[in-house]
């Protein structure tokens, strides 16, 4: 059984833990998490009883666990968008390589980017692979869509919730509120330092996506604009890069994620569900599907109109001109303008 897949296990053992609160005011996404874990449970007694029953060929299982797979993808981006933000994290603890008993620290580096074991349990194989992601996929998709090289940047990864979950205490985070971050989220950003808890990724592709999709809120950070963007903007452009880098590991699975992604999108728009682009964070918390993909198909669509060079245009010409008026010079229309007609175009569709 490959790695990923003993991981995924693991982590599809947890109870539920989407009682608590992502901030001082605002819910963790209650209703979403839970319909999310619904769907999850019944995939995997969908799972149970096609092994028990004794019937089930290899193409069957194989659908059986990318069905799991893109569920719990879903499930890791809807607490991924409330960490960072809602917990208003301004720095995350330096992070030595760490090695175990008798070992050199695990590090590696490419180019400016380290990637960092940060505890001992994580793999030599998992850094180097992490580095060579990096090496040959992240630097070059981050510099394409944001127009940015990354600057000096750590990347550290967690073999297990216990140390992640240790890291982020000393990181500032409430001890009652971690659990669930342990548990459901695939990667934290504070200004050029990434968290990778490994556990929670997949398979190469995951990671790949993962790791560019951090990187890039990294290189934004770096450029001076990562706090000034539309929470759609940020999040969309992220999106953007690690569906990219994941295309060029596995467009098998880019394109499940894409359906399954889509399909949801669409019934929350068929509901009257959709929220505008502009929607607040305690809204968008609350929504019943992955916001976020919203976000990227608004990013997505205008690059597959007017051609990626122009949405990076659009990002390197913000600290002069402002979100606003960067995106009214590269476009020809109001930003706002835009976030209507999108979300119109959806809910008429």
């Known amino acids: 059984m490959k790695a990923w897949l003993l991981g995924m296990l693991a982590v599809s053992a947890w109870s539920g833990t989407t009682g608590g609160s992502v901030g001082p005011n605002l819910p963790v996404p209650v209703q979403q998490i839970q319909q999310m874990e619904q769907q999850l449970l019944q995939d995997w007694q969908n799972l149970i009883s096609l092994v028990q029953s004794g019937q089930a060929d290899p193409a069957q299982v194989n659908q059986a666990l990318r069905s799991i797979s893109q569920h719990m993808r879903q499930m890791q981006s809807v607490m991924d968008q409330a960490e960072v933000r809602q ?9 030595t390589g760490q090695g175990g008993a008798g070992q050199t620290a695990r590090t590696a580096q ?45 990347v550290v990864l967690f073999s297990s919730p216990q140390t992640y979950g240790r890291a982020l205490e000393k990181a ?10 342990v548990q459901e989220t ?29 990187l890039t809120h990294a290189a934004l950070n770096e450029a001076g604009i990562g706090d000034s963007l539309p929470t759609w903007v940020n999040e969309g452009t992220a999106w953007l890069a690690g569906m990219m880098a994941e295309q060029q590991v596995s467009p098998q699975e880019v394109e499940r994620l894409a359906s ?13 569900a959709l929220l505008p682009l502009t929607a607040s964070e305690s809204d968008i918390l609350q929504a019943s599907y992955n916001v976020e993909w919203e ?8 690059v597959a109109k007017y051609g990626l060079a122009k949405w990076t245009a659009f ?11 960067s995106f009214s010079q590269v476009y020809g229309i109001s930003l706002q303008a835009y976030e209507q007609q999108f979300v119109n175009g959806l809910t008429t569709a």
């Open 260 to 272: 399954a992604s889509d399909a949801q999108l669409q019934q929350a728009a068929a509901s009257g």
């Open 295 to 302: 976000d990227y198909r608004a990013v997505q669509s205008l």
């Open 172 to 181: 500032g985070v409430p001890a009652g509120e971690i659990d669930s971050i």
């Open 110 to 154: 490419a180019g400016q980017v380290e990637i960092v074991a940060g505890d001992a349990r994580v793999p030599a194989s998992a850094v180097r692979e992490s580095a060579q992601l990096v090496q040959s996929l992240s630097t070059g998709v981050v510099h394409q869509v944001t127009g940015a090289s990354l600057k000096k940047t750590q």
């Open 315 to 325: 990002l390197q010409g913000i600290p002069s001109s402002g979100v606003s008026g």
């Open 186 to 214: 695939g990667g934290l950003t504070v200004d050029n330092t990434v968290w990778i808890p490994l556990y929670n990724v997949q398979n190469e592709a995951d990671l790949a996506n993962v790791l560019t999709h951090e």
């Open 87 to 95: 917990r208003h994290l301004r720095h995350l603890p330096t992070v």
